[in-house]
């Protein structure tokens, strides 16, 4: 049973402009949320994190927003390059204890 | 790369036969961890580890052990390989205040 799901398999859009990743989850008891991006035959890189006491976190070119009560949380990636084409993942877990769970992943395509 | 050494890279290996996955950490990270990554699932955790000899379950550990004995080393065993066990490894570590780190991964198949 899948405590974290990301519901889009898929996402493409055109370079420059905005990609906007979902991710929704079951368990009340998470309060610690992480996005990963992955590349064909390389693990997994962090990319940007939020603590369940914040409701937005933003590094660089990337913006997570934390919608508690929805039990919802999305990255946004502004302006998307070509180097972004990758696999994303949504993850959470207790901060008690980091074993995360991970939604299935969305493909992001940037064309040209 | 958040310093770790996944061993082997690649594995072919036949059914009912033991196989040990190596992972190895130079940050001194208390907290290590192995996924295994499957279509449609996502990363999936095996077996954790808070500290030298301590080691718990994830949500997929029937048919996997592991051991760690130096705080560097962490190890995963299939005791006796299946074909459902075909699928990529990831090791990862942290931190008690995290993020998580991943390695590259291990890829092996059970034929």
């Known amino acids: 049973d899948q405590q974290v799901k990301q519901n889009s398999p898929s996402l493409s859009v055109q370079e420059g402009r905005i990609s906007i990743l979902n991710c929704d989850y079951t368990?009340?008891?998470?309060?610690?949320f992480l996005w990963y991006k992955k590349y064909p035959a390389e693990g997994p890189t962090f990319l940007i994190s939020?603590?369940?006491?914040?409701d937005k976190n933003e590094d660089g070119r990337f913006t997570v927003f934390l919608n508690k009560s929805a039990k919802h949380l999305s990255l946004h990636i502004v302006p998307s390059q070509p180097g972004d084409s990758a696999v994303y993942f949504c993850a959470a877990c207790r901060s008690n204890d980091y074993k995360l769970s991970f939604g299935a992943g969305t493909t992001v395509t940037v064309r040209a | 790369d958040a310093g770790i050494t996944q061993s082997p890279r690649h594995k072919v290996t036949e059914t009912g036969t033991p196989v040990t996955l190596r992972c190895h950490q130079t940050e001194n990270h208390r907290y290590m961890y192995w996924y295994r990554q499957d279509p449609g699932h996502g990363l999936r955790l095996i077996h954790y580890?808070?500290?030298?000899?301590?080691?718990d379950k994830g949500e997929v550990s029937d048919g996997y052990s592991v051991s760690r004995s130096k705080t560097e080393d962490f190890l995963l065993t299939l005791e006796s390989a299946t074909s459902s066990q075909t699928s990529v490894y990831f090791c990862a570590i942290s931190e008690p205040t995290g993020p998580i780190y991943f390695g590259e991964g291990s890829w092996l198949t059970v034929v």
């Open positions: 368990n009340s008891m998470f309060d610690y």
């Open positions: 580890s808070y500290g030298v000899k301590d080691t």
């Open positions: 939020i603590s369940s006491i914040k």
